[in-house]
């Protein structure tokens, strides 16, 4: 409970920091939250993995990309309005998701009893070896993967537009 806790914490951090140096510091210390609970599950290569590669090489990417664009916001323009907009849309979208799994039938409408087959994920797949993981991975996990790899490749056309737009303001 304490690092799911922590998680949350960091990820208020992240979400809610001025600086945007404080926001990936915030955005570190939720992702090593994340991998103390893939620690407490008895997947350790997961948790190994998820320090390696999200806090250490993408954040280190992150801090690149923020002393690259050199964003020096003054402390007191904090845009009140529109986080509190986009607050509430994220929060009517959710309750929106929420709604429609209910009534279509997806979600079971209650808890009670046994989970379906389809629904569970034997913990043992994961961290028998990095050769099962890997098999795993590409085979019945391939979209999300494929979904997760489509994102880095937008948030990195995003930086190269950032840091272009940047470039041409200050020559």
Known sequence: MFFAA???GAALLLVLSRNAVTSAMGMILALVGVAADF?????????????????????VLFLFVIMLLNTDDPE????WKTAAIGLATFFLLGAGVLWLFHWSG????????????????????????AKS??????????LPLEIAGFL?????????????DAKEDNA
């Open 76 to 79: 007191g323009t904090y845009p």
């Open 106 to 129: 997806a979600v079971p409408k209650t808890l009670a009893g046994p989970t379906p087959p389809e629904l569970t994920v034997n913990p043992a797949e994961f961290t028998t070896s």
């Open 6 to 8: 922590l998680t949350l």
């Open 39 to 59: 620690f407490l599950l008895d997947a350790y290569f997961l948790g190994v993995l998820q320090v390696l590669v999200y806090a250490g090489a993408v954040m």
């Open 133 to 142: 993981f890997g098999r795993l991975l590409y085979t019945k996990y391939l």
């Open 152 to 164: 880095l490749l937008v948030a990195l056309v995003g930086v190269v537009s950032l840091s272009k």
